[in-house]
Antibody, heavy 119, light 113 residues
Framework: EVQLVESGGGLVQPGGSLRLSCAAS????????MDWVRQAPGKGLEWVGR??????????EYAASVKGRFTISRDDSKNSLYLQMNSLKTEDTAVYYC??????????WGQGTPVTVSS | DFVMTQSPDSLVVSLGERATINCKSS????????????LAWYQQKPGQSPKLLFY???TRESGVPDRFSGSGSGTDFTLTIRSLQAEDVAVYYC?????????FGGGTKVEIK
């Protein structure tokens, strides 16, 4: 059974940092692109960024709203995806989901981890 | 960036009736070499994570009831629920994965009359 479990969310002050983790199981993690998507309270879905696979150089892509502040990485030996978030702003408050990518679409989502940026 | 526009924002439908959700992309998501539309539909029930319903615009994900159908090509797409059931109450999102950033529509909330 495919499982994605995010962790690391919490309350942080503006300007602070947080590192989210996503533990994957039930599939060959190294074969899949992995993405982060967020959802602000009461709002819609916003794509945050992507990690490709080793064969594609582990390249990453980011939404303009987070580029330069957020960094996505992965450790295939630990079946884990990470999101390092720096210089956090109040508008980064959201539930953050990690997603498995198959044929381009997001076929599995984690349960999400909430991040609140507030003083 | 591709802008995905869904309509309506919300929909109130009687049990057993048809629900139709539209999604329009600001640019074509049809990849000519493969003749595939890079468009997905997701369902998000209250308090839950989103769930993939369709990819390539009309390919039903495993386990999705056949009362759900996806159609369209290029810039205009439709998600249809043939006979609405109580468990279909949710917000539905379209998403293009043709180009980064992979943008979502604003969502359509489906409720029971």
């Amino acid at each position: 059974e495919v499982q994605l479990v995010e962790s690391g969310g919490g309350l942080v002050q503006p300007g602070g940092s947080l590192r989210l983790s996503c533990a994957a199981s039930g599939f060959t993690f190294s074969d899949h692109y992995m993405d982060w998507v967020r959802q602000a309270p009461g709002k819609g879905l916003e794509w945050v960024g992507r990690s490709t696979i080793k064969a594609h150089g582990y390249t990453t892509e980011y939404a303009a709203s987070v580029k330069g502040r957020f960094t996505i990485s992965r450790d295939d030996s630990k079946n884990s995806l990470y999101l390092q978030m720096n210089s956090l702003k109040t508008e980064d408050t959201a539930v953050y989901y990690c997603c498995r990518v198959t044929w381009g679409a997001f076929d599995y989502w984690g349960q999400g981890t909430p991040v609140t940026v507030s003083s | 960036d591709f802008v995905m526009t869904q309509s309506p924002d919300s929909l109130v439908v009687s049990l057993g009736e048809r629900a139709t959700i539209n999604c329009k992309s600001s640019q074509s998501v049809l990849y000519s070499s493969s003749n595939k539309n890079y468009l997905a539909w997701y369902q998000q029930k209250p308090g839950q994570s989103p769930k993939l319903l369709f990819y390539w615009a009309s390919t039903r994900e495993s386990g999705v009831p056949d009362r759900f159908s996806g159609s369209g090509s290029g810039t205009d797409f439709t998600l249809t629920i043939r006979s609405l059931q109580a468990e279909d109450v949710a917000v539905y999102y379209c998403q293009q994965y043709y180009s980064i950033p992979h943008t979502f529509g604003g969502g359509t909330k489906v409720e029971i009359k």
